[in-house]
Each structure stands twice: as C-alpha cells, then as structure tokens.
C-alpha cells in the first residue's frame, strides 16, 4: 500500500465532522467521477471526485460512498461499494483495491461490490427523509458535459421523488476550507517537490533552449518523487508568451534576453502546490527586467504579510491594488494625472495585474471557499502578484502556497526569490538538490 494510504484517521473523521451538519435521518451519497473518454478505447488519466476523497480516501474509479447516520441496522451505516476484485478483472482491468484495503484505507467497515448499490439502496432510502447528493459548485465555471454525479442525482429524483434533497457541497467545502494537520503534510510535501523542481530548472535552463525541454525538467523531478500529477498544466511562457496567463503550449524558444515566467506545481497524495517564478534566460536580468521583477517583488513581499485572520481574498486583493498602482507608475507605465482622470478604479493597473492576487488551494488547486469568505488559521492560499506588460514582450508573476495564521506560513520560503537570489543560483548551477 502506498505510504499516503495509511491515513485512515483523517478519512474516518472528515465523516465525522460532517455527521453534525446532516439533518435527522439523512442519505449522503458520494459517487466517483467519470472516466473520460479519450480516443479509440483509450480514457484521459482518473482524477478522482475530490469531496469522495476527502470522506473515504478511495482513488479509483466506480466507487460510491453511502452515509446513513441513524439507519436502524449499524452495519448500513457507512457503506462502500467498490469494484470486485477477481483474478479475471484484474487481468482485463488492473488492480483494484480489495475489501479489506478498502477498509483499511477509509475506516469503512461494510465494503459491497458496486453490483449491490441498487439493492441497498432501496432499505437506506427506506430510513431517510432527507438525500444529500454531491455537486460541483464553483462561482467561475460551470461544466457543459453530464458528470455522474448529475446523471445520479436526476435517476434518484425519479426513483425517490418524495425525499428532500440537499446539497452536500457548502457543508463539505466548509469543512475543506481549514485544513488538518495531515492535510497540511501532504501540502508541504507536494510543495517540497514543486521547490526541487524549480531548482532543477534553475539549473539547466539556458538561451535557445526550447519551453518544453523545461517543461521535461520539471516533469522528471515531479515523477521521480512520486507525485499524484501536475496539479495543473505546467506554464512554461517565455519572453511575450508571459503575457497569456494560461500558456500551456510550452513550445517556443527560450530566447537570449528574455524572462521566463514558470507556473507549475505538484499534487502529491490528491494535495495541490501552486509556485510561480520568472527568471532571465541568460542569468542575468536587464537593467529594465529587474526595474519591472522588483516592483512585483515589492508587492509580493507586502501581499504575503496580509494572509492573516481576519482578511479575505477580496481584502487581500484591494491592498495590493493600492501597492501595485504606485509601483506601475514608477515603472512609467502610466502617470498620476492617468489614475485621476481614469473612468473606474484601477482601471489603468488592471490593464498590467488583470487577475486576482490568490485562491485558495487544497484538494484542488483552485480549491473551495470564495474570495469573501474570512480567513482562519489554517486555511492554505496562493499570493501571487504579476506585471504583464505586453507592449514591451515581458511578463513577471511571483507565487508562492501559503497558510493563514498570524505570521503567515510560507511553504517555500526556502527558495531564491529576490533578482540577486535567482542570478546566483543560476550562475552556481548546483548540482546537488
Ligand atoms: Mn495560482
């Protein structure tokens, strides 16, 4: 069994901590995501339904979860149905995890074979009023596909029209928000390989070479330490590329005299990392490249002081703009007299810093939780700063994953992040990290 499996503590009180937000005779259902198609009879790779997850740590595919706290038969509890097992399957479809890992993983003492859920759900929807179903929410994206859990949710309305229906979301987002010392363990990890792999880069990266062979880099330094995946796809932009916030086509050349903005991060054990450095393809910024990187790095170092109790992304972000706008007119971007004469506030600066200033990062790195809600101690956010000044072909953002507390936690303040930092560990070329 993987070491990141041994945590059935965290699995088996994560459903603790949910039963006292369920009404009196309750059915929470969980199901696993879909497998997507890919090509021919080929699927992208699985990502499992972050909220099974976190309520089961059981990553494969066809899994359902059921939650039934006052079911009259202890035993129906807590189900999880999973797929068998059998010498045949395992040939035609791999390994799959046995009842007894299954349980040993979530702390889940019935495990049925997935052929079984139809049966019993008759009995446990028999002993609830109220049906808690699973569904993606997020205030920026809304998907066009059916996901399963859509599909359940209109089969079960159908089946069991006269039960309540309820959304487990909110209550599991609320309870993702802050996390727990294992979760925090497995963040610190993911962001340890995230740092081996920006050293890495910092070693090899040298002008002509092409942003995918960085991109190769880090992949290797993320695959030989076990990651999950990349928690999102890798930005490898140089030079104008920096200027797109989300390039991930990664296949220019590195030229001699430009930036280099990298955007990567792993997931290790289901946790997101989220690091963003820019660094001179050639070792040494310009005199202008370091003008524009230290009016960014100013910011930065400023904004990481704000995640503190008390604030909230929308806070965070509305004194960085005061920060930012200042530094943009230092770098001659635009004037004082501009700002005043400008139709909507930070209008001009929002031309040059255009996205927020973080998000919060967990199970998934754009993670629950919205850009009001007030942080606590132990919530874990991004803060990364950017200029992006696509008139002269150059764009920095600096980010780093950090924790909520009253002297914010940085989970990669062990990496070069001033100019006279990165140039010097670019010239050493360190050969052990
Ligand atoms: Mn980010």
């Given at each position: 069994m993987k070491e990141e499996n041994k945590s059935q503590a965290f699995f088996v009180s994560n459903r603790k901590r949910l039963l006292p937000l369920l009404e009196e005779q309750s059915l929470t259902l969980l199901f696993s995501n879909d497998e997507m198609p890919r090509t021919g009879d080929q699927y992208f790779p699985f990502r499992q339904n972050s909220n099974l997850f976190y309520l089961s740590g059981i990553d494969q595919p066809n899994v359902i979860l059921a939650i039934?706290?006052?079911?009259?038969?202890?035993?129906?509890?807590e189900i999880l149905f999973i797929e068998p097992n059998t010498p045949e399957d395992v040939i035609r479809n791999g390994y799959k995890y046995t009842k007894e890992e299954a349980n040993s993983i979530s702390g889940v003492e019935t495990v049925y074979p997935i052929a079984d859920f139809e049966r019993t759900l008759l009995s446990l929807t028999c002993h609830a009023q109220h049906i808690y179903l699973d569904l993606p929410e997020n205030p920026r994206y809304s998907y066009e596909i059916e996901c399963r859990q859509r599909r359940r949710i209109n089969q079960l309305k159908a089946l069991y029209p006269l039960h309540n229906y309820h959304r487990l979301y909110p209550l599991l987002s609320c309870l993702r928000l802050i996390k727990s010392p294992e979760e925090l363990h497995r963040i610190q990890h993911a962001c340890e390989i995230t740092a081996k792999a920006f050293k890495r880069t910092l070693n090899v990266v040298r002008p002509s070479m092409m942003e995918y062979e960085v991109e190769a880099e880090i992949a290797h330094e993320f695959i030989r330490n076990g990651i999950t995946a990349h928690a999102f796809a890798p930005i490898v932009a140089s030079g104008k590329n920096?200027?797109?916030?989300?390039?991930?086509?990664?296949?220019a050349v590195c030229k001699n005299g430009d930036l280099l903005l990298l955007d990567f991060g792993a997931e290790y054990a289901n946790y997101a990392s989220d690091l963003s450095r820019t660094i001179p393809v050639n070792g040494t910024f310009s005199q202008r490249q370091r003008q524009i990187y230290n009016a960014c790095y100013r910011v930065y170092e400023y904004a990481k002081?704000?995640?503190?109790?008390?604030?909230s992304i929308n806070k965070v972000y509305k004194k960085v703009c005061e920060a930012m706008q200042p530094e943009l007119v230092s770098l001659g971007l635009f004037t004082q007299k501009d700002i005043e004469k400008q139709t909507s506030e930070y209008a001009l600066m929002k031309k040059y810093?255009?996205?927020?200033?973080a998000h919060f990062i967990g199970l998934d790195v754009h993670d629950v939780g919205t850009t009001d809600i007030v942080f606590e101690e132990g919530m874990v956010l991004s803060c990364e700063p950017g200029i992006y000044i696509a008139e002269e072909e150059t764009g920095v953002r600096i980010e780093t994953t950090l924790m909520v507390s009253s002297v914010p936690f940085d989970f990669m303040s062990n990496l070069p992040v001033s100019p006279d930092d990165i140039e010097l560990m670019m010239r050493l070329k360190l050969e052990n990290f």
């Open positions: 039934c706290p006052q079911h009259p038969n202890p035993a129906l509890r920096a200027c797109v916030l989300h390039y991930t086509n990664n296949r002081t704000l995640f503190v109790p008390g604030m810093f255009m996205h927020n200033i």
